[in-house]
């Protein structure tokens, strides 16, 4: 919700603004380049099918693939999808359970949700108080019927990191898949799937820099995965409908920008988030970080206040030109707060006064700043207000 | 999504605060939500709210509707207050999202809720409370 003029954009873990050098990458395809893929003549200039392989080749390259492992998709919820609802049946005959846990993205979440309407045997893994999956738990729940490991790389809302060549281990020494949705992680981590033992993996560019509506679907070569959408000879035959040549261009460069400077912005995003992190924990009371104190994105920081709410903190950023999120049960339009939270054994009255500010390359130290600023004022006016706070 | 009178009560709320003399206080607190709103109240010899404050934990849909209320509320009599529904804050602030409409729900309680304490601590019998259950909660 907007109530005023954004000044300063903290909600980088939802959408991030596009840089100024990929959308100038993208105009031509829309005037000059504009030609199908599928045609056989040819444009001035490069074609549209090169200009795809080329932002194929920057994406394998940077998460140690093959180019022709990568599919381009409409976007991350596209990828989870696909990669979950084909390799679940495609993989039938081995088994009937599926692993995934209950911090899951809602594209994940929902997708095992509808195998399990269809009689699959999904196990949703618990995590820790810092919103670690429990490795234990998967090694006793893994049998010879499990297909499909499915796992994030870095939370969204909290931004904790699981050990996925980890969990990719024990998916393979049980003969099953693993995936990993990396929307979140992608740009701000080092990706490589072979040693990672990544065998699927989800990508999305507007959370890079990039633009909306376009994503991307690693698939190990080894996998003959089952086409999502059908209707034409696109991405191998295996993702038809005309591609989105802008949007793949521009996912491209978008990850090619980044990926020269990826220690740049990994130092850039954690040098804020550790003074968003340093300021509020040391200068406001009675709040809890939210996620693992180290092994966090470097982007985010979440927190929990107590005493204050979080759409009312949200607002009140607002009208301060700030944008932010939070995970409290008045936002997310259900009866309960944020299901993150809830798995983190956060409770209700607690997790109604979550915050997630996340940073980006746009950010600066002096905005982070001011955002603490805004947000003491908030909390002390909230509270002031609050029958709790007697 | 919030209309300009919901935004200006949820920044500016009116009649916020305790009011340590207070004739009758009411607490209610909405499961669904989370959000919890009390009133005090200081009644006159003729039965009239001439004081009103509030405190609410809550967003700010439940902000401004309890702010919106408290102004509604003051200078009515007893009976009138009885008489108050969530609706006439909703329609005061010019509607609430469909979503957020569940957020608006405390005043009414809450003024019932303080009205019967009040009724206690005066033994004076009022209408409008005749079937009220002073633990019915939302």
């Known amino acids: 919700m907007i109530v005023g003029e954004i000044v300063i954009y903290m909600d980088n873990s939802a959408t991030t603004k596009v840089r100024q050098e990929v959308v100038e990458a993208m105009l031509p395809c829309f005037t000059e380049q504009f030609g199908n893929p599928s045609s056989i003549y040819h444009f001035s200039g490069a074609d549209a099918g090169k200009l795809i392989n080329n932002s194929r080749e920057i994406i394998a390259k940077c998460i140690g693939a093959k180019s022709n492992e990568i599919y381009f998709t409409a976007g991350g919820t596209e990828s989870d999808n696909w990669a979950i609802r084909s390799v679940a049946k495609m993989l039938r005959g081995k088994g009937n359970r599926l692993i995934t846990s209950k911090i899951e993205h809602h594209a994940v979440l929902h997708s095992f949700q509808a195998l399990e309407d269809e009689g699959f045997d999904i196990v949703y893994l618990d995590v820790n108080e810092y919103g670690q999956v429990d490795l234990e738990q998967l090694r006793n729940e893994i049998n010879e019927e499990t297909s499909l490991v499915s796992i994030m790389m870095a939370n969204n809302e909290v931004g904790t990191v699981q050990p996925v060549a980890e969990i990719a281990k024990i998916a393979h020494e049980n003969g099953a898949l693993f995936h990993t949705d990396a929307v979140q992680a992608l740009g701000s981590f080092e990706i490589d799937v072979s040693r990672m033992g990544i065998d699927l993996a989800s990508f999305s560019a507007h959370k890079i820099y990039g633009p909306k509506g376009v994503g991307a679907l690693y698939v190990n070569n080894k996998v003959n995965i089952e086409p999502f959408i059908l209707g034409g000879a696109q991405e191998r035959k295996k993702r038809a409908g005309t591609e989105n040549v802008p949007g793949i261009v521009g996912f491209g460069k978008a990850l090619e920008l980044l990926d020269g400077e990826l220690e740049f912005h990994q130092k850039h995003l954690r040098e804020m988030s550790n003074l968003l992190i340093q300021r509020i924990t040391s200068e406001i009371d009675n709040v809890v970080l939210t996620g693992h104190p180290s092994e966090r994105h470097p982007g985010i920081a979440s927190f929990c206040f107590e005493f204050a709410e979080g759409e009312a903190i949200i607002l009140d950023l607002n009208f301060a030109g700030i944008s932010a999120s939070t995970g409290s049960a008045c936002t997310t339009g259900s009866a309960g707060a944020s299901h993150v939270l809830q798995a983190m054994g956060i409770s209700d009255m607690i997790s109604h006064g979550s915050l997630r500010l996340s940073v980006g390359y746009f950010n600066t130290i002096e905005e982070v700043n001011t955002v603490v600023d805004v947000l003491k004022k908030s909390i002390k006016r909230l509270r002031k207000m609050s029958p709790l706070c007697d | ?138």
């Open chain 2, 1 to 138: 999504m919030y209309t300009d009178k919901v935004l200006d009560h949820f920044q500016n709320p009116r009649n916020v605060g305790k009011i340590d003399d207070a004739d009758g206080i009411g607490e209610i607190g909405s499961a669904q939500c989370g959000d919890i709103m009390k009133i005090y109240i200081k009644v006159d010899e003729n039965d009239v709210i001439s004081d009103l404050k509030f405190q609410t934990y809550g967003c700010g849909a439940a902000v401004a509707s309890s702010s919106v209320a408290s102004t509604m509320l003051i200078g009515k009599s007893i009976d009138e207050a009885l008489k108050f529904r969530n609706r006439d804050a909703l329609e005061a602030l010019g509607g609430l999202p469909t979503e957020k409409v569940h957020c608006s729900v405390l005043a009414e309680d809450a003024i019932r809720a303080a009205i019967w304490d009040y009724s206690q601590k005066s033994g004076k019998k009022f209408e409008g409370l005749k079937n009220y259950e002073p633990a019915a909660r939302h």
